[in-house]
């Protein structure tokens, strides 16, 4: 009883750690892509609207995210303001229904529950950060993969003697069309699943025409949307793209193991098609776990087609490596733990040895994960306190880029019908007040570039003398001001040598660095510039420059 317990409080524990940190740092504000996708929905269509209803269809670039836009909207009927904070946090759900399928899919094994810890150690960690502290993703590109898990168990388990399994099946693929834009992939996959199951011609023929259907108005969503994507050609590119898309799990030190991604991408790939085949050549069929685990990694492998496809041929291989993918190998390397497990009959000791080496590995590249964001999550705070800030009080929003779009119209009309109160910080309440400053030395330059889409001018700062605070609450900004606008920009530090970090607890080398672009200012007058220590519910420290001067 007591090593059941054990058990169970081990495998539990990354998802106690996972939410405890989302809880300490998720925050109700916009985080760029919230802004087209909800804010926008909820202002034309709050309150309801019946002839606003095509709305919830407008499509955001390649994907109709209708799921993220219902929470949105469902949340201000229930609570009168929209709150990100607990989106986000419900959001990170999908992720435990994701992990519970894969549960009940373990069970089948009859191994003791210990052995399913590795799946929670490599699930629950923040490599794909940038998803899971991201409003829209998390309601788009994480849900799909619950949609999937769920109308993919339904499917396979379905039969005569339980007909609504599959009708829930075909609804949940539907949804899931209509989530993210991969979710279309669901649709082929159901089809191949009935094919291999045998079943009906009734079946197929309705799962056939109500996914015809259901692509055709996805398509006429989508029909007025421009994509500039471009399309990856070279065959060598895609599939050293797909397997680097499925292993990128294994670049545990964000780029220095980016060499590790394809070739691990390979093992999980060739792996799992080797167990399969092996359990397909002895019984001439595959087990329902084992066939549910490899239909979960055709869609991952699919995912990683279509945007190896969509996105290498402007941003190279290194767009395969973002933070807003990673949560797929994750999953790829979680389900080929599983396949190993449930597809092969292992002596005791060999199954203990798997299980040391997933863990193990799994924990160490858990470990590092926390250490590589954790600083990185105050800098994404002040920026999306930032980004608000000059929405607010300036109008503005992606200041470092040429000609950004318009978005801060979308945060205003909701802002201003007082459905969006965001976080209650002081600096947010008022412009800021710059008064008493504290005169330091700072070093700075106009740096300029030949970007067409980047600002050309950008001063590059840096206080050398000023440390970084790493407390709940406190927040660094760079302040350029003249007499009418005051911008706000992040401050940012250097990270210390992990070396640095164990020996001492210094996670930021001494001293505050910052660029401000200047393209979308008001060039007007003459500006000064600050730097601003805030504590979010109380007062700061203001330093200004002794030598900066900027005049228009």
């Known amino acids: 009883m007591q090593r059941n317990l054990l058990a169970c409080f081990l495998v539990l524990f990354p998802i106690i750690v996972y939410f405890s940190y989302l809880f300490c740092f998720a925050v109700n504000l916009p985080n760029t892509d919230d802004l087209p996708a909800i804010f926008d929905f909820i202002g034309q269509f709050y309150p309801f609207k019946s002839e606003k209803w095509p709305a919830l269809f407008v499509p955001f670039r390649e994907h109709v995210v209708v799921l993220a836009k219902i929470a949105a909207y469902v949340q201000l009927l229930l609570q009168g303001t929209l709150n990100l904070k607990i989106l986000i946090l419900l959001g990170n759900l999908f992720w435990v229904g994701v992990a519970y399928r894969l549960y009940t899919i373990f069970r089948q094994t009859k191994l003791p529950l210990i052995y399913f810890l590795p799946v929670t150690l490599i699930l629950f960690q923040f490599q794909f950060a940038e998803t899971a502290f991201w409003t829209m993703a998390l309601w788009s590109n994480v849900a799909v993969l619950w949609l999937l898990g769920e109308s993919l168990h339904l499917l396979v388990d379905s039969n005569n003697k339980h007909k609504s399994q599959f009708r829930w099946a075909l609804l949940l693929a539907v949804l899931a069309v209509f989530t993210n834009g991969n979710g279309v992939l669901i649709l082929p996959m159901g089809l191949v699943i009935l094919w291999l199951k045998k079943e009906n011609i009734q079946k197929m023929a309705v799962w056939l025409l109500v996914s015809v259907a259901t692509v055709y108005f996805y398509l006429q969503c989508r029909q007025n949307i421009n994509s500039d994507y471009g399309i990856a050609s070279n065959l060598k590119v895609i599939l050293l793209g797909v397997f680097a898309f499925t292993g990128s799990y294994a670049d545990v030190v964000s780029g220095s193991f980016r060499w590790l991604a394809a070739p691990v991408g390979l093992l999980i790939v060739v792996g799992s098609g080797w167990v399969g085949i092996k359990n397909y050549s002895k019984r001439t069929f595959l087990p329902a776990h084992l066939f549910k685990l490899l239909a979960f990694l055709g869609f991952i492998l699919a995912?990683?087609?279509?945007?190896?496809?969509?996105?290498?041929?402007?941003?190279?291989?290194?767009?395969?490596?973002?933070?807003?993918?990673?949560?797929?190998?994750?999953?790829?390397?979680?389900?080929?733990?599983?396949?190993?497990?449930?597809?092969?009959?292992?002596?005791?000791?060999?199954?203990?040895?798997?299980?040391?080496?997933?863990?193990?590995?799994?924990l160490v590249a858990s470990a590092l994960s926390y250490y590589r964001d954790w600083g990185y999550r105050y800098f994404q705070q002040q920026e999306l306190t930032a980004d608000t800030y000059n929405m607010r009080f300036n109008n503005r929003l992606y200041l470092?880029?040429?000609?950004?779009?318009?978005?801060?119209?979308?945060?205003?009309?909701?802002?201003?019908?007082?459905?969006?109160?965001?976080?209650?910080y002081k600096i947010l309440q008022k412009p800021v007040a710059l008064t008493s400053p504290i005169p330091i030395k700072m070093n700075w330059e106009i740096a300029k570039n030949q970007s067409l889409d980047l600002c050309n001018e950008v001063i590059e700062v840096e206080a050398e003398a000023v440390e970084y605070s790493l407390k709940n609450g406190h927040q660094s900004f760079w302040v350029l001001s003249n007499t009418k606008n005051s911008y706000l920009f992040s401050g940012t530090a250097t990270k210390a040598s992990p070396k640095q970090f164990i020996l001492n607890g210094t996670y930021f080398k001494k001293g505050l660095k910052g660029e401000i672009p200047l393209c979308q200012i008001v060039k007007q007058g003459e500006y000064r510039l600050y730097l601003l220590h805030t504590n979010n519910q109380a007062g700061g420290q203001l330093y200004v420059s002794t030598d900066f001067k900027l005049r228009f």
């Open 303 to 362: 995912t990683a087609a279509a945007t190896t496809l969509l996105r290498t041929g402007f941003n190279g291989l290194d767009a395969l490596f973002l933070g807003r993918y990673r949560h797929y190998s994750a999953l790829a390397l979680a389900i080929f733990y599983l396949v190993l497990l449930g597809g092969i009959t292992w002596q005791p000791q060999k199954a203990k040895m798997i299980l040391v080496a997933f863990s193990a590995f799994a």
């Open 400 to 424: 470092h880029r040429q000609q950004p779009q318009p978005l801060e119209n979308y945060f205003r009309q909701v802002a201003d019908a007082h459905i969006f109160a965001g976080e209650p």
